[in-house]
């Protein structure tokens, strides 16, 4: 077990506590509150307990993986710095395990050494590097992080003591993109992900054309896992393809449940490997409501352990996402749904 905590001095902290763990559930974390006035709030990457006197707040974060430390701090430091405009990066103490400055402990230098043409509409590059078992579990996707300046030697994420961790500016910015890890060979120390291939994406444009060789960072894991619920409703367009079919492909054989996948011909659908209970649908992309319209439009099954699953469009997914929490008063740990990209712009995360 890896624990970190922090405290801070803060007049009628008591009296605020709630409402800050109100505004962290906004984030679609559900918080317990304990009978002593605390609360815990559990994520993807371990357990965050909160609890206040009337002058000091304390924040401690359990977890069992040494890089969920990382992100869970990265993630408090943003929010309380974003919230409290009093509070600097510089209040923030931390104690516990791993609170020196340095390389953050879930980011891989790789270099990239094959791209696979899939189809029209989809390549596959796989990247090498050391130590990389986790992104294998605690997570679907990952951060791609390209140097604007390929002409520069890359800087790279540092940790800082605060919790946050610092991504370069000015000429070493980086280009942050987010995609769903294919395939991961730790034995063989390499990472696939796949992209959809269109125009004018960041990423998109730069996999069309990367040398063998080409060093990249990543970051991760994150963004959901494995679902074992015993229904599952799951929709996407290409983007989240490669999500989908890692998740099926993972399911347990006696799951049932429906699918409803959009791509831009029918010649970019893919052989799933799923459970025999799991029916999947293509939907034609020439009609962009019909993809949000088959997910809220769906009748659930009765007495069924139930999780829905969307990745797509920015409208798509607020709109489903509505439904999902006003209309069918699911909880955070009943869904995951992500807005991959917005404007025809599919790079953001596939």
């Not at 009628?12 to 709630?18: G, K, M, P, S, V």
Request: aromatic share 8%; charged share 25%; proline share 4%.
């Amino acid at each position: 077990m890896f624990q970190s905590s922090l405290s801070l001095p803060f007049h009628n902290a008591d009296q605020h506590l709630e409402a800050q763990v109100r505004h962290i559930e906004q984030h679609e974390l559900e918080a317990e509150k304990h009978d002593d006035n605390s609360f815990s709030i559990r994520s993807e990457y371990g357990l965050l307990r909160l609890s206040a006197t009337q002058d000091q707040m304390n924040l401690i974060i359990e977890t069992e993986r040494d890089d969920g430390l990382d992100v869970m701090r990265d993630f408090v430091a943003d929010y309380l710095v974003g919230h409290m405009p009093s509070l600097k990066l510089s209040d923030l103490v931390w104690s516990g395990h791993n609170i020196v400055e340095g390389t953050p402990a879930n980011f891989r230098t790789v270099a990239v050494v094959k791209r696979t043409i899939l189809n029209e509409g989809m390549l596959r590059l796989t990247l090498a590097g050391n130590d990389l078992s986790l992104f294998e579990e605690g997570g679907l996707h990952f951060r791609l992080l390209l140097p604007k300046n390929p002409n520069r030697t890359p800087v790279w994420p540092i940790r800082l003591t605060s919790g946050k961790v610092q991504f370069p500016e000015g000429d070493d910015e980086l280009y942050n993109r987010v995609y769903t890890a294919r395939y991961v060979r730790t034995e063989l120390g390499e990472l696939d992900f796949d992209l959809v291939r269109h125009k004018g994406g960041v990423a998109a444009d730069w996999a069309e054309s990367v040398a063998e060789g080409a060093i990249v960072g990543i970051m991760g894991p994150g963004g959901g896992g494995y679902i074992n619920n015993g229904w599952l409703l799951m929709g996407g367009d290409e983007t989240a393809l490669p999500a989908i079919s890692r998740i099926l492909e993972q399911c347990s054989s006696d799951v049932k449940g429906q699918v409803y996948l959009s791509v831009r011909k029918s010649d970019y659908q893919a052989d799933l490997q799923k459970p025999d209970g799991i029916e999947v649908f293509w939907l034609p992309d020439n009609d962009s409501n019909q993809l949000a319209s088959s997910i809220i439009e769906t009748v659930l099954p009765d007495n069924e352990d139930i999780y829905v699953w969307f990745g797509g469009e920015q409208k798509d997914a607020r709109a489903i996402r509505k439904v999902l929490k006003s209309d069918w008063k699911l909880k955070p740990d009943q869904f995951y749904c992500a807005a991959y990209w917005q404007n025809d712009i599919r790079s953001e995360a596939e």
